[in-house]
Every structure is written in structure tokens, then in C-alpha cells.
């Protein structure tokens, strides 16, 4: 599963996204409606749900409601059972323990995994930067992705800044196809990224970019690439 830029075009509740603060942290936080992405994208967004995780683990108390009726009012007074059993789906299954965190990946690699997000972060904010012609003001890449450990990683990506009202940026197509190619690859994958950050257990990073720094280079570079403008009607 690719990362999830996040914006307010990407969403079907873009009000959702509103903050007051950033760097903004979404999952557990606020519920978000992803357009596209398909039905693995909304599934692993779903799992996000806290009370759906807590129906999965307790579906086997329902199943033997259903199969022994005359036990299902016991069954349903067992709150003890219930509550160990949430928590060895959400401690066990679903995540790791502070002890195994450390062999999920060495020191060294994780200090590579993250001094290359924050590489391709600056990287791919030069380029954003560039494009929208910014020549001053504060862009933040942000990034955060999902605490559960045994299940395919979610991985947000979205677009901040402090200047005016703190807000996650909308994001036009061309930026969007951007960030999703410069920021991971087959050499720097979101499970290496994940694998660093359940190590350090630390799900939101974020790099900030002043565009005063944006080069001339840059800036020629933004203008060749982009897009062709379009002739006016006669």
C-alpha cells in the first residue's frame, strides 16, 4: 500500500482537517472519509477504529453466544475475560512490546532511515516550493503512520504550515505525484520507515523548509517540468 497524500482534495470531509496547530497528528484524532486509494486504502483506515478492533477481538464471545445459547448470558456477563483478551489483541497481536521494539531494526539503520526521510523531505519541499513559485513563508512535510505493527503500515503525508492560520495545504495533482515519487521508493520503503519508528516509538516526523532557500536553480528546474501553459481562446 502506496502512502496517503492527505490535503483537503483527498478527503471526502476535507472540514475534518482543520487545525489550529500543526505539525497536525490525524489518526486516533480525527475520522477522515480518503477518496480513491480503493477498498485495501479505506480498510486499513477503518482498522484505525478503536471500538472496530475491540468488536473483531470480542467476535469469538459472539460466535459462542450464537452456538451455546443457553450460556450466552453468562458469556455476556464476563467482563474480566473480555477485557484480558482486548488487551492481548491490542498488546500482542496488533503491536510490540517495548523489549522487541529494539530488535526491529539496529541503531544505525534506523539513524539512515531517518536522516533519509528528512533528506527527501527537504528535497521534495525544494521542489513544491519551486513550483508554486513561493519565494518566502514556512512549508512543513509531515508524515505520520500508524502504531499497529503487525499489519500493513499506513502512512500519511501532507503538506503544513504555521504562516497565516495553521492549516494542511491543498495540494494540486502535479504536487501530489510529486511527493508520491520523490519521497519513497524501492530503496527507502514506508516498512523501513515503520520499522524505525516503532523502534524509537515515535509515529509523526516532520521537516520544515523555509523557501526563502529555494536556489534559482531550483526555480528554473519547477519552471521547466511543469506543466505547459495553456493558449488563450481566440
Known sequence: MSAFILSPETVWNPKALETGSVPRKVLHRIAFLPK??????SARVIIENEPLRYFIALSPFVV?????????????????????????????????????????MDEDE???????LNFRARRVLTKLAALRGQTSGELMLVVEQSELAHI???????????????????????????ISAELFDS???????????????????FVSFDARGVSGHARLAALLDGPAPQEAPA
Open 36 to 41: 480513491g486509494g480503493g477498498a485495501a486504502l
Open 64 to 104: 459462542a453466544m450464537f452456538i451455546w445459547r443457553d450460556l450466552a448470558l453468562p458469556i455476556s456477563q464476563a467482563p474480566v475475560a473480555m477485557i484480558i483478551v482486548i488487551g492481548f489483541f491490542e498488546m500482542k497481536v496488533l503491536r510490540v512490546s517495548a523489549e522487541k521494539r529494539k530488535t526491529l
Open 110 to 116: 534506523a539513524a539512515r532511515a531517518l536522516d533519509t
Open 152 to 178: 500493513t503500515p499506513l502512512t500519511l503525508v501532507s503538506v503544513q504550515t504555521r504562516e497565516g492560520k495553521p492549516r494542511i495545504l491543498p495540494l494540486a495533482p502535479e504536487e501530489r505525484d510529486l
Open 187 to 205: 530503496e527507502f520503503t514506508e516498512r523501513m520507515l515503520h520499522r524505525a519508528n516503532l523502534r524509537e516509538d515515535v509515529f509523526l516526523r
